[in-house]
């Protein structure tokens, strides 16, 4: 596989910005996510976090993976509320062919991604455009209007799977780009322009990252965890969040939870992966190891719970024997395991009533906008989300969620997150429960739990008896929202042109990497990413796609559209002359 067959063709900056520009003057949204939709603080609640002397402005963002790879992802996860970023895994291996499709969020959710689909190049360009954009945002007064003052934010390395990946050069000059991102955001600045000029030069820090979690995952060799963090505080300076697997909890106890009280009887595990993966003493021993050996460098050591579990593949939709469970049974199962953890290690997690405990616990497993508030309650920090944005809804989800979280703090009178865990400690101790971990543990094993987490509770997405179309559909929005790299568009239905629905979906192919996810959810039969027009704005993607779909170029008649198709192609450009002048930029760095 060559780097020309990679899927995904980021958009640079100026394009980026002139969509922001265009959607909210036209539409009052961003990136297609509506004013409404976005997460606003309130005052009288106040949701942040200590790390590293800074506030962190909520205790919430998306986890590593498809809505944290590209820039206008990132923007997306901050304006559902946001605040902490645990950025694509990347690893050495940065030319992966990834199946396709690779994700499958049916019922429970299925992946089978590796890690970063961009070269370390393109990755590290992403990261730095996103933190970029951010900081003009933020300052962006039409924005300010809407969300407040939005506070600040933090970016996470997520890296993965072995010490000799991690130790080479190129990661080294990755992670050391990450650090030092002066000269490359003063290269991105040429591109802000239009309404954003005035914020050109808007201060950026240079250090987008001070923290780094170790992906435990993919085969990564249990005798070399200790050395990647070790190497990642003293190389690099980075503090150090060890993810773990399910695994951990061993295989009797998995599939115990699994086929006998969560009723997965179709699920088959993966024995080996078991045998293979960090155990659960050793795992104990490591923590207290390498919590030393932090604490005599200056850096702190923490935990996060958990990656995905790999499970047999045996519902035919992605390729390959093996896949990676997600969702709602995985929070079953890292709940179980974060109790136990917090058993074996008294008074060295910093979770419930243990404030000053020396390792933080951070957590990702089957979060959703329903039990958003219950995870944060428990001083778990942070809490990141993917399955659940991977729904229709998409990243509105997020602040779904955070607007429960603000509610339940309201009711109960709570002023700050630490009298959230200090109330859930409380009212745990009052039912008899050792805190608030323990509490919620024992809730997971419940008849509303198993209603809630289990295969009875489970519902395919809904269909109608249609198929799907080029122009004119349901218009549900779901291929738009469950999108995670937000490339699919919709422009207002031109007139006379024999169009019945109010609206035209579009697929800005350049962002589109045939996860399937659309598919999934789309209730008519079809392939959303496939059938509507897909446009593109560089001639070299659209050859490289062998014309699969719509070349949208600017001259000097205006807009011109070229594609296979004639009645499609005039249909695709009155759409984009109407509404998609973004799209016929020609910004500096492209």
């Not at 190049?121 to 209007?145: F, G, M, N």
């Not at 070349?551 to 009645?567: F, H, I, P, R």
Request: hydrophobic residues 40%; contains cysteine.
């Amino acid at each position: 596989m060559t780097r020309s067959d990679v899927p995904l063709y980021p958009w640079p900056l100026g394009m980026l910005l002139g969509r922001i520009e265009h959607e909210w003057r036209t539409r009052g949204q961003v990136f297609g996510l509506a004013a409404r939709r976005f997460f606003r603080d309130d005052p009288a609640v106040d949701l942040g976090w200590e790390l590293d002397g800074a506030k962190v402005a909520t205790p919430v963002g998306p986890a590593a993976g498809p809505h944290t790879q590209l820039a206008q992802n990132i923007v997306l996860g901050w304006l559902a509320g946001g605040r902490s970023f645990e950025l694509k895994t990347v690893q050495v291996l940065d030319d992966l062919e990834i199946p396709r499709p690779c994700i499958d969020m049916e019922t429970v959710g299925y992946n089978v991604e590796w890690s970063q689909e961009l070269s370390l190049p393109q990755s590290l360009r992403e990261y730095v455009k996103a933190w970029l954009l951010l900081a003009v945002l933020r300052r962006w007064e039409p924005l300010r209007e809407v969300l407040g003052e939005p506070g600040d934010h933090v970016f996470e390395l997520s890296v993965g799977y072995d010490l000799p990946g991690i130790q080479s050069p190129v990661m080294d000059a990755f992670i050391h780009g990450l650090g030092h991102a002066g000269v490359l955001i003063d290269e991105l600045r040429r591109d802000i322009g239009g309404d954003f000029a005035p914020l050109r030069d808007v201060p950026v820090p240079e250090r987008i990252v001070r923290t780094a979690t170790l992906s435990t995952f993919h085969g990564c060799p249990p005798d070399q965890i200790e050395g990647i963090v070790r190497h990642l505080m003293t190389a690099h300076g980075l503090d150090v969040t060890v993810k773990f697997n399910p695994t951990l909890l061993g295989l009797e106890t998995v599939d115990g939870i699994f086929h006998d009280r969560l009723g997965y009887a179709d699920v088959a595990l993966d024995p080996e992966a078991f045998a293979a993966d960090l155990q659960f003493d050793r795992a104990l021993e490591m923590i207290e190891r390498l919590r030393e050996f932090a604490a005599d460098n200056g850096r702190r050591l923490g935990i996060k719970l958990t990656n995905t579990l790999v499970v047999r593949n045996a519902r035919g939709v992605m390729p390959g024997e093996s896949m990676y469970l997600s969702g709602r049974p995985l929070h079953v199962l890292a709940v179980t395991l974060l109790e136990r953890l917090h058993r074996a290690l008294p008074g060295v997690l910093q979770v419930a009533d243990q404030t000053d405990a020396p390792v933080p616990v951070a957590f990702s497993a089957g979060v959703d906008k329903d039990n958003l508030a219950e995870v944060v309650a428990l001083g778990l920090r942070p809490v990141t989300i993917c399955s659940d944005l991977l729904r229709p809804g998409g990243y509105g989800r997020m602040a779904q969620g955070l607007r429960k979280l603000q509610r339940r703090m309201r009711e109960q009178g709570l002023a700050d997150l630490s009298g959230l865990t200090a109330a859930a400690h409380a009212d745990a101790r009052a039912a008899g429960r050792a805190d608030a971990v323990a509490a919620y543990a024992d809730t997971m094993a419940s008849p509303e739990a198993v209603a809630r987490y289990g295969a009875g509770g489970l519902k395919p997405p809904r269909t109608v008896d249609r198929v799907l179309e080029m122009f004119d559909c349901t218009a549900c929005t779901n291929c738009v929202t469950v999108c995670p790299n937000n490339a699919f568009f919709t422009v207002p239905t031109p007139p006379d042109q024999g169009l019945e629905a109010r609206e035209q979906y579009l697929v800005l192919a350049e962002l589109c990497n045939d996860c399937g996810n659309c598919t999934t959810f789309c209730p008519e039969d079809g392939e959303p990413q496939k059938v509507k027009p897909r446009l593109y704005t560089r001639p070299e993607a659209w050859l490289m796609r062998d014309k699969d779909g719509y070349l949208v170029e600017s001259g000097e008649e205006g807009v011109t559209v070229s594609g296979a198709d004639e009645t499609a192609a005039r249909l695709v450009r009155l759409l984009s002359g109407a509404d998609l002048p973004f799209v016929l930029q020609s910004p500096g760095d492209r």
